[in-house]
């Protein structure tokens, strides 16, 4: 079991920056991938970003190329995700998940963390 906490969401202007944090309890994330997902009010969870176990290899969702940066730290139990030149349409609640290779699905969440971007 993997537990998860995600902090450092907020209200923030267009355009300002942000630093998620994902932190785990229970079990490292050495050795899991990790993905950040986020949910806008009224829509479905999207896909944000996710980054492989040594961190050597991320996917982003084209909506955010070029803005947010995964990164973990080595031996660590914390996965951020920067987020610059935010837009209103970033705002929702943002989720980081362990993928778990065994069923191939994010099988823990954590609870979420509020970004709201004012125009």
């Known amino acids: 079991q993997v537990q998860l906490a995600e902090s450092g969401g907020g209200l923030v202007q267009a355009g300002g920056s942000l630093r998620l944090s994902c932190a785990a309890s229970g079990r490292t994330l050495d050795n899991y991938a990790v993905g950040w997902f986020r949910q806008a009010q009224g829509k479905e969870r999207e896909f944000v970003v996710s980054i492989n176990r040594g961190g050597g290899s991320t996917v982003y969702a084209d909506s955010v190329k070029g803005r947010f940066t995964i990164s973990r730290t080595n031996a660590g139990n914390t996965v951020y995700l920067q987020m610059n030149s935010l837009k209103p349409e970033d705002t929702a609640v943002y989720y980081c998940?362990?993928?778990?290779?065994?069923?191939?699905?994010?099988?823990?969440w954590g609870q979420g963390t509020q970004v709201t971007v004012s125009s």
């Open positions: 998940a362990v993928f778990d290779s065994m069923t191939g699905r994010y099988k823990y």
